[in-house]
């Protein structure tokens, strides 16, 4: 059983589309995150949630807008994308206070603006 | 704010040789991460430390934390061409942030 998921795998669209990636764990979590590794593979945090709620808002555009409708859950959309939006997109998940709060990464959503 | 230096971003050796990458934190930091990622593919969590002096081996790397010198290491030994990856460090400082380091990447050449 995969731990996180992400899908879709790899995303390819249009300046000014938007777009949602969709995440998922089966932890156990109660927090989540969505990063950001550019074509550096630098890899910067953008937004954290614990039991659904907003912990972590990076400086990010606020074209970006994350949703966690529970919390095996967080979803990202993201509104108008930009050519500089193009990255690996990972979520990961994490236990509070349990197992060291090592974070858990997904597989990353490889998007591509065009 | 915290910021995590790796050193060097870049690291091409031998099979059967040693090396160590090395990863300094700026301020103070209760946690201590590295992650191994392949070309293409997630990160992998390889050692977590959190006290001064925490040593952790696992076959032919091993990382150390000095928590006064804000200073990890990952101790490679005997290198094998599996070992070449992008290896992270990541430091924490309170609940659910992570700051990563640029990232190492490896070779290990035959």
């Known amino acids: 059983d995969t731990a996180v998921s992400q899908t879709p795998k790899y995303l390819v669209t249009q300046m000014g589309n938007d777009k949602s990636i969709k995440c998922e764990q089966n932890l156990g979590h109660d927090t989540m995150y969505w990063y950001k590794q550019d074509s550096k593979k630098f890899l910067k945090i953008m937004f954290s949630?614990?039991?659904?709620?907003?912990?972590i808002n990076e400086t990010v555009p606020n074209r970006f807008s994350p949703k966690s409708p529970d919390k095996a859950h967080l979803n990202l959309h993201i509104n108008s994308l930009e050519l500089g939006d193009s990255a690996v997109y990972f979520c990961?998940?994490?236990?509070?206070?349990?197992?060291?709060?090592?974070?858990?990464f997904g597989p990353g959503t490889r998007l591509l603006v065009l | 704010e915290l910021k995590v230096e790796q050193n060097p971003l870049f690291l091409s050796m031998q099979e059967g040789k040693n090396y160590t990458i090395y990863c300094n934190y700026s301020?103070?930091?209760?946690?201590l991460y590295w992650y191994r990622q392949d070309p293409g593919k997630s990160l992998e969590s390889l050692f977590v430390?959190?006290?001064?002096?925490a040593v952790k081996q696992e076959g032919r790397l091993m990382a150390s934390l000095d928590t006064k010198a804000r200073l990890s290491t990952l101790h490679i030994t005997a290198a094998v061409h599996d070992l070449s990856a992008t290896y992270f460090c990541a430091a924490g400082a309170g609940s659910y942030q992570l700051t990563f380091g640029k990232g190492t990447k490896l070779s290990v050449i035959p």
């Open positions: 990961a998940s994490s236990q509070e206070g349990g197992a060291q709060e090592t974070q858990y």
């Open positions: 301020t103070t930091s209760d946690r």
């Open positions: 949630y614990n039991n659904k709620e907003l912990i």
């Open positions: 430390l959190l006290s001064n002096g």
